[in-house]
């Protein structure tokens, strides 16, 4: 198990302007991070680039894909920010990285809970049925030719207030309460995903999208992006996502989000 610092605080200032003080020799001395509150988990992992992980009981700033917000509850969710280690990752191999912490995630939630069927659909969300259990956000700073990753996953632990969500907790899975604590995810997370992190470096992209497959929802659901609505083909070898339109035709899509409109498996 790895050490989590806890902060009570807010957010940290700038450290290169803070004085020697006790908060600044606890972060410098951290890799890993677990604020009481704080804006986003994201924010504070990309400010401070010493730092593996940053974690938070809640977040006033939680952020989703595509500019949404991220409801962050005390006590309802798992809010990590993980730095993968990756160094001269090209940058047009970043989007293997997002369907690696999604198959990574998903393998992880299946393995321990056999019976919750949870699936991704394209890109990375985690679905039990059509509700949303758990996300991913991919963020990339360039400097030069440096790129820095930071990587936020939500995962939904306790009762959540839409109907599009469902937490670990509604499922009825859980059995043991240390089910429910956030650290014990967040290592759980960090172990496998340091350890897959290699199949980046060595360009396995092949296995990061074959673990993103075995979890995909089912081939055939129907699914619309804006005006576009099509029955599910699966992702091809770039990641992109492949539908076919109701007039036959294989569209690709590329960025966004798709909706699911119907589950109607169709494996023919
Ligand atoms: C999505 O839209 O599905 C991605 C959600 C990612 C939420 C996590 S919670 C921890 C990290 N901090 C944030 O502000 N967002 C990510």
Redesign the pocket.
Known sequence: MRKWQTIEKEAIADLETLEMNDLKAKVLESEYLRFESC?????QLAQHKHLKAV??DT?T??????G?E?I?TKGQ?????WRPDLDHLRFKEIPYLSFLVAGVMADLLNRKYPKIDCCIKWP??LLVGTQ?L????CEVKTQGSDLDIVV????NLRKQAFDTSISLEELGLVLDVEDLETVRWADLFLDQLIEAQSELMLGQFSVILERWRQYQIPMGTRMKQREIVGTYLGIDDFGNLRLRSEDGQIIQISSGEVQIASILPNLS
């Not at 804006?39 to 924010?43: A, E, G, I, M, P």
């Not at 936020?152 to 995962?155: A, E, F, H, P, S």
């Open positions: 804006d986003s988990t994201q924010n974690m938070a977040q700033k939680g952020r989703g894909r595509l949404r991220w962050s969710g798992l809010y990590l920010s990375n969300d949303k758990g996300g991913i956000l936020g996953i939500g995962l």
